[in-house]
């Protein structure tokens, strides 16, 4: 079955209009994807982003991604961190509304920053989390501690932004369980090793889908 085209929607975060693209889902399963640091050129239509987006378009579940707060057709401005978590959290309410069930979260580069600043301020949320080159050579990841649902973190074995000892290492207090690779000559961009991440990606989404099954129904638009 081929994968639905996406649809531009709009968020309200807190009065603050977000522009998204929705791919259509069968079943009420559906990924948000973050995108990385606007104040570099990142948005939602990042390669990195839309490599994520089809891996889960692929196990046809719905994919939201969307630009945060002063990006492209987004309303607002850069908040470093603090209004791009409330864009997050926007983003999931929507999906819930829209009778979403089951919500993952997979943030790329920034976007990765993001959430898990975000999942420090609900500990029980529920939701599974992915990481893409958390850029820990860049940012400051100082105060996280345990990062509840992140299930998988993929770096570039030639990044320096995410470099895979540091990310490694932090991994031993988010989450030591979490399934850890590493695209040894994948840089920042991972370039040419996209299809190896899409790839990765959708093994692990493949895999872990039993936990929560969904009927089978005709795809719509949300």
């Given amino acids: 079955m081929p994968i639905k085209e996406e649809e531009l929607i709009h968020i309200d975060a807190r009065g603050i209009r977000l522009e998204a693209r929705m791919t259509p889902a069968i079943g009420s399963r559906a990924a948000i994807i973050t995108h990385p640091h606007p104040l570099y050129g990142g948005d939602m239509n990042n390669p990195v982003v839309a490599t994520i987006s089809k891996a889960y378009a692929e196990r ?70 992915r990481f893409i080159a958390p850029p820990v050579a860049f940012m400051n990841f100082d105060g996280i501690d345990r990062i509840a649902g992140l299930e998988q973190v993929i770096v570039g074995g030639q990044d320096d932004i995410a470099p895979p000892h540091q990310v490694a290492a932090r991994l031993k207090t988010w989450a030591p369980e979490a399934d850890f690779q590493i695209i040894e000559r994948a840089d920042h961009f991972f370039g040419y090793y996209l299809n190896q991440l899409r790839t990765a990606l959708v093994q692990k989404i493949a895999k872990m889908e039993p936990l929560a099954p969904d009927p089978p129904q005709e795809a719509t638009a949300r």
């Fill in 60 to 129: 046809k579940w719905g994919v939201l991604r969307f630009n945060f707060r002063g990006t492209g057709g987004s309303q607002g401005r850069f908040d470093n961190g603090g209004g791009e978590q409330d864009d997050v959290q926007a983003a999931i309410d929507r999906l819930k509304r829209d009778g979403f069930h089951t919500i993952e979260l997979a943030g790329y580069s920034f976007g990765a920053w993001v959430l898990a600043h975000w999942a420090q301020k609900d500990t029980t949320h529920g939701h599974r989390i």
